[in-house]
């Protein structure tokens, strides 16, 4: 054998380690996130208790079929089991770098606030509408296209297709946005609101 060859070995030995122990750490910290004991998620996946505390102190590497079976019980995927925490994306996105759309003809302003990222299916937005003002109507989305509402301020009529909904302010609103919609504000001052669209059922 090689030193090249040794070295490489050693690397893939080191390797292997840390991702048993990256493993044996995100599953025991979603157990614990979940509130569950050992024997609960047993419970739950149809893995024996014995073999979670050995896959959790990093003591055995668990097979595809068990591994699946814990991913499923956690709630989580397959491969984010397996993924170590650096690896997870943390975005900062300062206020002056989040995108601002104005329509100048209504004054509605409409502030971007999810990192624009292919394949995520989410839009988080803070939308401003003022006094009276309506954002004009959105065409429908695709089916499968949902949108939430939060109303921070202020008095906001949704029309969605032929149905009409007053959500005042601290009223959240769900619908299914596969048809046209459109936001007025009914109130005296400002109209703020989170709107999240969700298109994450099309992927």
């Not at 996946?45 to 073999?51: A, H, K, L, P, Y």
């Not at 008095?155 to 005042?168: F, H, K, Q, S, Y």
């Amino acid at each position: 054998m090689t030193v090249t060859t040794e070295v490489r070995r050693v690397q893939i030995e080191a390797e292997a380690r840390s991702q048993i122990q990256i493993l044996a750490e995100e599953i025991r910290r979603r157990r614990r996130e979940r509130h569950l004991s050992l024997e609960a998620l047993a419970a739950l996946s149809g893995v024996s208790r014995s073999m979670i505390s050995k896959i959790e102190r990093g003591e055995a590497v668990p097979s595809t079929a068990v591994l699946s079976r814990l991913a499923e019980a956690l709630g989580v995927t397959f491969s984010r089991l397996m993924a170590p925490a650096t690896e997870r994306e943390v975005l900062l996105i300062p206020a002056s770098r989040q995108p601002v759309l104005r329509d100048e003809a209504s004054g509605f302003l409409r502030r971007c606030l999810s990192p624009v990222l292919p394949g995520r299916g989410i839009d988080w937005v803070l939308n401003t509408l003022p006094p009276g003002a309506t954002t004009g109507e959105f065409v429908a989305h695709r089916p499968g296209v949902s949108e939430y509402i939060f109303v921070l301020k202020g008095r906001l009529r949704a029309t969605i297709g032929d149905r009409a909904v007053v959500v005042e302010e601290g009223d959240s609103l769900y619908f299914e946005a596969d048809a046209g919609h459109a936001f007025t504000n009914l109130g005296a001052e400002a109209c703020q609101y989170f709107l999240v669209i969700d298109a994450t059922r099309l992927r």
